[in-house]
């Protein structure tokens, strides 16, 4: 079996089951570890990436219902992004880091300018346990002027 | 300033060249013991050497927690990196630039003193030399004690402490990379651990044809077991369907969760001071208590470890390379000179959790599988149910009180378990199911002129007349537990701190008002009249409106930095965080921005520790062993914090890591009571808790 997709702006062609786990697949197949394993349950929001722009969970998806789409892992999220990741600090450790910026990219792919409120409410399935959450809201406000037209 | 007593880094590491490395091609290494666990020490440490070296910080190349290459500073912990790492980095690179002046001094045939260093290249006035770094490497030794006798620069001279240099680590970790999650041996094999449910429990059988069938192998030695295959996804499926059989251990149950079953155990008894005369009739009391923490980490534990028959290598994220490699040569047997233990980073652990057992598990199955490397990572259930956790703690206070309400006479009674299970290997999993476990060992706490375990922060800052702290610390607790940000801290401020608004109610004198009656530290002082100006004290309503604001104040270790947080919430079923103010003195500051970023980290995480957080216990061990039963704050439930750094001069810098945990509980606590009219003494203040609270006090 093989499934074919996009990811990072590139075909790709994964050979196996199309059950493997997504998470799996970028990280110990193809190198990628922009997605990080946190639970693999779906639950703390390491893993994210996009799928047709939408943020879902790496570690709970299939790689066979991939076929055709559009995948995005924090690799590949606009430069703007990382960028105001940077000059807001907004990072301790980083290991949520990854899903933080995916799910920002998620965000300001479908919202221009977004208020406070609807970046909390992007993020909220994202845990950090270094409570470096101000700094990350601020980082993705300052991503959304960076990006708006 | 000249340093007339070296700090104990430097009297450990004594040679310049443990610290110090001149690279050809123009760049620097530095060699530090502490290692990067997310707060930004690496950077910090850098900022300093390159203030002191005169060169830019990008010819830094850091070395970290490497046995083979870097000097023994112990543990990262207890906000010790800076004031004790930082103080060593300070001299030896101010002597490494004096060294090298000296040097081109001789070369030049001219006096040191109209020499300088630019970017590593020595100048003379306004004039390069042609002399530099690189240039004079040859000449100049450094194969050679520190005397610690050159002048560091005065605060006035920095240039580089004292900015916000930006964390060398974080675009990388931006961009996919980072961690050692991320790192691939050729021919690794991938494992997984069979962890037992209890302490104690024995391995009956494992079937190792299911595990087979699955693709991957078996491996067992006592009671310790794991599976291993050569690919992640194959081990992960071996874990799922293998079925270990265990038996006995040491049985548990909820009624264990909370810090009241640990009075009264058996436990090893110590106390210090003297409290006064008053006798136990006349004093005032209130138990506080905190249940078992979860270091929470991000990212499960990790580890890779090689053998070659002669030589084994260790990855792990640790907080102690040097420690854990003594306690390898333990586990296998091999000297330790035939171990490297090398640091790459993980999740911030906010203390000891898996790291170290997920290392020594890696290394029992690369000694029997020599030449393989082997990877051993947890899952998030065994991050939570294996890990040693945060003891939970029971504090009491007793107080006799003045004719005005002040405390004259200061008693605190402490019941917790081992706050440093990490020294000892009895309490490490894979020394637990050796087939002849090491004897149990009196685990002990630090000493209280050490900072304490257990005892951390439980003598006031306030003066309070003679006071007296009595530990128990209970050996045999349900679960393992050793080391949480703060150790005792955060459980001993809370008491301390709640205990005091309850006191200043009593006298009817208002809570900032009446711990100013009490303080004379001005450092303290002013950190707490910085916080309650921000918070606009001054305007705090009547209690028992359902808002409330409360504040707490705390000296981390009483030596460390000073922190004072003011919380503002609002309560009906359940608490809702609504602004925190926080001022902090942390002495001279080497990273602002780094401390600001500590700082609310360490209130945020508090703050979730206080309204949320619990280690459930069942039957079959720990219960919470996922993010859905084991909840911390989210997004939504964080309010706007400001934070101010006062300005401290050039008193020495001091470690703020854990110095807001304490106070942030405390404010909490008090901002409640405050809402409420009622107290809530026992964390975490769930519905049940404030439905109780309200009930009691109405
Ligand atoms: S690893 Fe996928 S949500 Fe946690
Ligand atoms: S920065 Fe460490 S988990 Fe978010």
Known sequence: MATTFTLNGDPVTIEGAPTALLLDVLRNGLGLTGARYGCGEEQCGACLVLVDGVAVHAC????????????????????????????????????????????????????????????????????????????IVAAVLRAAEGMAP | MIANTLPKSLQDNPRLDQWITILPGGGVMLRVGKVEIGQGITTALAQIAAEELDIAPGRLVVTAGDTAAAPDEGTTTGSMSVEMSGGAVRLVCAEVRGLFLAAAAGRLERSV????????????????????????????????????????????????????????????????????????????????????????????????????????????????????????????????????????????????????????????????????????????????????????????????????????????????????????????????????????????????????????????????????????????????????????????????????????????????????????????????????????????????????????????????????????????????????????????????ESFLDELAERAGVDPVEYRLSILSDARARRVLVAAAEMARWARRGPAGTGAGLGIGLGRYKNKSAFAAVAVALEVDTEVRLRRIWCSVDAGLAINPDGIRNQVEGGIIQAASMTLKEQVRLGSEGIASRSWAEYPILRFSEIPPIETVLLDAGDEPPLGVGECTMGPTAAAIGNAVAHALGARIRDMPFTRERIAAALLAGG
Request: proline letters at 7%; charged letters at 15%.
């Open chain 1, 60 to 135: 709970g998806r299939e790689v066979g219902t991939l076929a055709g789409r559009d995948v995005v892992t924090a690799e590949g999220v606009p430069e703007v992004i990382r960028a105001a990741f940077i000059a807001e600090q907004a990072a301790q450790c980083g290991y949520c880091s990854s899903g933080m910026i995916v799910a920002a990219a998620g965000l300001l792919g479908r919202v221009v300018r977004p208020g406070r409120d609807e970046v909390v409410a992007a993020l909220d399935g994202n845990l950090c346990r270094c409570g470096s959450h101000p700094r």
């Open chain 2, 113 to 496: 003193s109209g020499l300088s260093v630019r970017d590593g290249a020595v100048m003379a006035g306004a004039v390069a030399t042609g002399l530099n770094y690189w240039n004079l490497a040859g000449a100049v030794p450094l194969a050679r004690e520190a005397t610690g006798a050159v002048s560091v620069k005065p605060q006035s001279a920095h240039r580089l402490v004292g900015t916000d240099m930006p964390r060398r680590d974080l675009a990388l970790k931006l961009s996919g990379g980072g961690f050692l999650h991320d790192m691939v041996l050729p021919g690794m094999a991938h494992a997984r651990v069979l962890h037992p449910p209890l302490i104690g429990a024995r391995l009956e059988a494992v079937d190792a044809a299911v595990i087979e069938r699955a693709g991957a192998s078996v491996f067992q030695h006592g009671n310790f077991a794991a599976v291993l295959a050569g690919s992640a996804a194959v081990a992960e499926a071996a874990l799922a369907v293998a079925r270990p059989v265990w038996s006995g251990g040491a049985a548990i149950g909820p009624v264990m969760e909370e810090a009241g079953w640990l009075v009264g155990r058996e436990a090893i008894h110590s106390h210090f001071g003297v409290a006064g005369e008053a006798s136990p009739g006349d004093r005032i009391r209130a138990v506080y208590t905190r249940p078992y923490i979860s270091h929470g980490t991000l990212g499960p534990s990790v580890a890779i470890a090689e053998f070659d028959g002669a030589r084994l290598v260790i990855w792990s994220h640790s907080q102690g390379p040097y420690p854990l490699r003594r306690h390898v040569a333990a586990l296998t047997g091999l000297a330790e000179t035939a171990i490297t233990v090398r640091h790459a980073q993980g999740a911030g652990c906010y203390g000891h959790n898996g790291a170290d057992d997920a290392a020594l598990e890696a290394a029992l199955l690369a000694l029997h599988h020599p030449g393989r490397p082997i990877r051993v990572l947890w899952t998030r259930a065994d991050e939570f149910a294996q890990e040693p956790v945060g003891t939970a703690m029971s504090v009491e206070i007793a107080a006799a009180l003045d004719a005005a309400g002040r405390p004259v006479d200061w008693t605190a009674t402490i019941w917790s378990a081992p706050h440093v299970g990490r020294m000892f290997a009895a309490n490490l999993l894979p020394f637990q199911a050796l087939p002849e476990p090491p004897a149990a060992v009196a685990m002990v706490d630090p000493a209280p002129e050490g900072g304490g375990g257990a005892s951390r922060n439980s003598v006031p800052i306030y003066d309070v007349g003679p006071c007296r702290v009595d530990v128990h610390l209970v050996q045999r607790p349900p679960v393992r537990t050793s080391a949480l940000r703060g150790l005792g801290a955060l459980p001993n401020v809370f008491a301390i």
